[in-house]
């Protein structure tokens, strides 16, 4: 890592009078740990009209970033290797509490900002395996604080802004899907404590989570009075050397680098005041932060997606071939251009939701359908762009874009992310469908 | 010992990683729409200062790190990077965009500021990137009369008020010992500096950053100097193939320089 960060020095040398080797030397000792930033002059982002507060969250950030170059992911997305001191280099800057209050520790920003903080991860290079190994904790926090107990919050929120503990989502279940409400994933009181029993899937960063967010049923689908109400959200400790507790990772296609598992409880036993909130109140809960990830979501393809067509940009500007750039070539260019409005287009809309979603809490003229439809749509939106961007992205490479050596084609493999989760593109369609056009539902 | 009141000027400039164009005037380089930070030696020196503070270094401890810069309003970006980094306040003396100030300027401001805020060590970067001039921290050591210690690898602090600087010479290192107050400008090797965190950032936000202008000091920006033309350094000509040793004796010989 040290040693391909060094050559980013180079130009400062250029300016140097003084002894050139003495430089060299000290460029060489400092470089190792703090070399300066290097995606955000190359960006292709246009980033006017952005909020001051965004763009030095933007510029820190991606300082951070430029310790884990992309060999770095690359290595880790080929060896699945969790990639353990990024998670900690986030923590140690206090980027972890972006969206949490001050009084926990937190900086007390808002999704806006976050977004914007994980867009960048995303375009240092970091692409989906950096975003998801922070994600859940700066976002599956998010209900802890608005809901948690004061004493609840003593006692987890600080552990995750530092970075002691990880944080996993557990929603999805393998016989649910989408329909939330239908899981079965059941937490039964006994006494001080609640036995939990049942299966989650795709719960990232599981392997290396010590607490988890669970959504778990307290009442049977059947006698819970409505729908809505038969579940409830707690924080447990995830334990992995208990019996009654086993994972199993899931090979999968993109993002290797961060675990998604499928979880196994069986009669798991964890304290009942774990439960965060009211039993049964767990979906309201969890819904309160759907919105919001959808345009953390959106920020991180858009990050792929930029970080791809810079990378296919630069490429068609230096590739000779018939002794001329093949950027000069209106085939490779023009799919790139198209690209390029699309992510910008995608951007507006993602940064639109956000603001909606952050000015909600001071301006109630802000309906919850406002940004629903906001932030259901940038997730959309973005995930398209960021999936044609990386495609084109691998294509303007020519056979050069199936090489690893070219990030291009981890990033079209990680693309596919933010198109299937956390939500599909049919239900989004659905949800717009219904909401924005007044059509009736479908299912 | 006195407790230190530190001054850290810091300059806006390009980034170091950015290839600057002459502009099409050839007035000087071109600055529109180019990325700009903070002087890589002016980094370090707020590092230090933030460190001799945090790692209680000197016997009388550190009073106040005030960081000042002379530019145009966006220096106050740097001016806010210094606070997130740890300096206490910050002054900006506004200067036009596009106006320089040649080194001599600069340094009699820092000397009134010195004055104002009763300053007793001055630690600045030993020269801007942009045009590497290299005279401010020598001129300002002159205009007060204070000792000073110049490309400072390492810093010590003994009893009664002395200062103890390691710099860094051509061929080696030089040791120096002087009394508060003084002057030290800072080399690469000194430290590394930091990464503001997310909450210091938000907590720069609120620290003290004073507005004056040239004139609060009773100073105009007076050219000594006269930019006739700033051209791109001649394209380099690519060197010669040998094929072998022999080859590379003649090629020598022919040259004159064995």
Known sequence: ?443 | MSALRILVPVKRVIDYAVKPRVNKAQTGVETAGVKHSMNPFDDLSVEESVRIREKKRAPGGVEDICAFSAGPSKAQEILRTALAMGADRAVHVEIKDGEELEPLTVAKLLKKSVEEQKSNLVILGKQSIDDDAGQTGQMLAGLLNWPQATQASKIEFGADDAVTVTKEIDGGVETVKAKLPMIITTDLRLNTPRYATLPNIMKAKKKKLDKKTLEDFGLTNEKRLKVLKVTEPPVRQGGGKVEDVDGLIGKLKELGAL
């Open chain 1, 1 to 443: 890592m040290a040693c391909s960060v060094n050559s980013r020095y180079w130009p400062l040398s250029r300016w140097l009078t003084s002894s050139y080797k003495t430089t060299c030397r000290a460029i060489a000792i400092r470089a190792s740990h703090r070399p300066f930033s290097s995606t955000s002059h190359n960006s292709l982002m246009e980033t006017t009209g952005f909020t001051e507060t965004q763009l030095t969250v933007r510029q820190a950030v991606s300082e951070v970033c430029s310790n884990f170059p992309n060999t770095y992911w690359r290595e880790h997305d080929q060896n699945e290797q969790d990639p353990k001191e990024f998670h900690a280099a986030l923590a140690r800057g206090g980027w972890l509490g972006i969206a949490l209050p001050e009084n926990l520790g937190g900086s007390g920003l808002g999704i806006s900002e976050a977004t914007m903080m994980m867009q960048t991860v995303a375009e240092s290079g970091a692409g989906m395996a950096g975003a998801q190994s922070i994600h859940a904790n700066v976002y599956a926090t998010q209900p802890l604080a608005k809901f948690e107990t004061d004493e609840q919050l003593r006692e987890t929120i600080p552990g995750i802004i530092s970075g002691k503990w990880r944080t996993c989502f557990g929603v999805t279940e393998p016989n649910a899907g989408l329909d939330t409400l239908r899981l079965s994933t059941m937490a039964k009181r006994e006494g001080d404590e609640y036995v939990i029993s049942g299966q989650k899937i795709w719960t990232t960063c599981g392997q290396v989570a010590s607490k988890m967010i669970l959504l778990a049923r307290t009442t049977p689908y059947e006698e819970a009075q409505r729908p809505s109400e038969g579940l409830s959200l707690f924080c447990i400790d995830l334990d992995r050397t208990q019996p009654s507790l086993s994972m199993r990772k899931i090979k999968k296609m993109g993002g290797r680098a961060v675990d998604a598992n499928e979880v196994f409880f069986d009669n798991y036993r964890t304290p009942a005041n774990t439960l965060i909130g009211k039993e049964g109140q767990g979906f309201k809960i969890v819904l309160h932060g759907m919105n919001a990830e959808r345009c953390l979501l959106a920020g991180e393809a858009l990050g792929l997606g930029y970080a791809a067509l810079t990378r296919a940009a630069s490429y068609a500007r230096e590739r000779i071939v018939f002794q001329r750039p093949i950027g000069m070539n209106q085939g490779v260019a023009h799919p790139l251009a198209d690209a390029y409005m699309h992510l910008e287009a995608a951007k507006l809309a993602t940064y639109h939701a956000a603001r909606l979603y952050d000015a909600s809490k001071t301006d109630s003229s802000i309906t919850q359908k406002a940004i629903g439809v906001a932030a259901n749509s940038a997730k959309y939106l973005a995930a398209e762009a960021a999936f044609v961007a990386c495609e084109r992205a691998v294509l303007a490479h020519g056979g050069m874009g199936y090489a690893a050596e070219y990030d291009v084609e981890r990033w079209f493999r990680e693309c596919l992310v933010p198109r299937l989760a956390p939500v599909s593109r049919e239900m989004i369609l659905n949800y717009v469908g219904e909401k924005a056009l007044g059509l009736p539902k479908s299912y």
